[in-house]
Nanobody, 123 residues
């Protein structure tokens, strides 16, 4: 079964950028559809982006469209989330997740999850 580990979080000023990485071990990475989610304190987990197995199709939540870009490198078993023009409201724990079904926004359709990485955006 897949094991997912996120990295790249940290503290950044508003307007700055971060790139999150999620390395997947176990299973066949190129078969997985991947997603990014986040959860802010006191809020429900929120879908951000999803990418197909090849990297050719992506889908974004309206809240991050145009600012965040999801990509993947199947040779490195890694999916990325490039985050630009960060805002204080982007502060949250960011999670990657995998599924075998397709590009999905619903978190209950993802089978495996990473432990999350904290992103804090200061004003």
């Amino acid at each position: 079964q897949a094991h997912l580990v996120e990295s790249g979080g940290g503290l950044v000023q508003a307007g700055g950028s971060l790139r999150l990485s999620c390395v997947v071990s176990g299973g066949t990475f190129s078969m997985y559809f991947m997603g990014w989610f986040r959860q802010a304190p006191g809020k429900e987990r929120e879908f951000l982006a999803s990418i197909d197995w090849s990297g050719s199709r992506t889908y974004y939540a309206d809240s991050v469209k145009g600012r965040f870009t999801c990509s993947r490198d199947n040779s490195k078993n890694t999916v990325y989330l490039q985050m630009n023009s960060l805002k204080p409201e982007d502060t949250a724990i960011y999670y990657c997740a995998s599924n075998l079904a397709g590009i999905r926004a619903a978190e209950n359709l993802y089978e495996r999850w990473g432990q999350g990485t904290q992103v804090t955006v200061s004003s």
